[in-house]
């Protein structure tokens, strides 16, 4: 059933979501997000990773140019779709699942990733068991979602309390509520401390302070644990 309805809410975004990343404060988020993804997963030749919620996979492509490869989870065909186009060429394999209930043996993967999927996710801690389970010992696991802290979240759920198709369905959670889902402490990191509305420029001025002073503000929040 929740299977069913995500795919139904992601069938029609492919073009939606990378065309956003072409604007111009798009094109920073995606910066910005890229490089914290790149500083925790440290991806290297001859690993394998997990990347679940992999969308139109524009961040497995960040994970890719680093010599991995990927096997890229989705519950959209459409979306899984045009990743395969991007990353054609490339050791990237398509699955199409559900992260509730992920298609793998226990601890097969180097490392796991999932961007920006857990806010669309209720049961969180299910979620983050099977990537836990899925991941090899000694691994690492690297889950980002929007901080409920931030005001991008304050925005969407006002958009939500009005009926948006696809803000209503999103889970906000914040680096304490993400911290403790996981059976071992993580590292937490935030980005995105700008605004959507603020000038290019600003906004990295912005961005650059609010990552000198380690706030926990910022709309990108990342977690990162190692199994143990």
């Not at 049961?123 to 409920?148: C, M, P, Y």
Request: overall charge negative.
């Amino acid at each position: 059933m929740q299977q069913e309805a995500h795919h139904e809410l992601f069938d029609d975004w492919p073009d939606q979501y990378d065309r956003w990343f072409r604007t111009p404060i798009g094109t920073l988020v995606k910066r910005y997000e890229g490089e914290l993804l790149l500083d925790l997963v440290q991806p290297s030749q001859g690993e394998t990773i997990l990347d679940v919620g992999c969308g139109s996979g524009i961040f497995t492509l960040d994970l890719l140019s680093h010599g991995p490869s990927i096997v890229g989870l989705d519950i959209s065909q459409p979306m899984l779709s045009r990743a395969r186009e991007k990353t054609a060429g490339l050791a990237f394999e398509p699955v199409a699942g559900d992260m509730l209930s992920l298609p793998f043996a226990d601890n097969v993967f180097d490392k796991t990733v999932s961007m920006t999927a857990l806010e669309f996710v209720a049961d969180a801690h299910t979620a983050i068991n099977e990537l836990f389970r899925v991941t090899q010992k000694g691994g690492t696991i690297v889950v980002t979602t929007l901080n409920s802290l931030s005001p991008w979240a304050t925005r969407r759920k006002q958009k939500a309390e009005k009926g948006h198709p696809l803000f209503s369905k999103m889970y906000f959670r914040s680096p304490e509520e993400m911290r403790i889902l996981a059976p071992v402490d993580g590292l937490v990191k935030t980005a995105i401390h700008f605004q959507k509305d603020d000038p290019p420029k600003r906004a990295i001025e912005i961005e650059r302070e609010g990552q000198a002073k380690a706030l926990s503000t910022g709309a990108f929040l990342a977690v990162s644990w190692v199994k143990i």
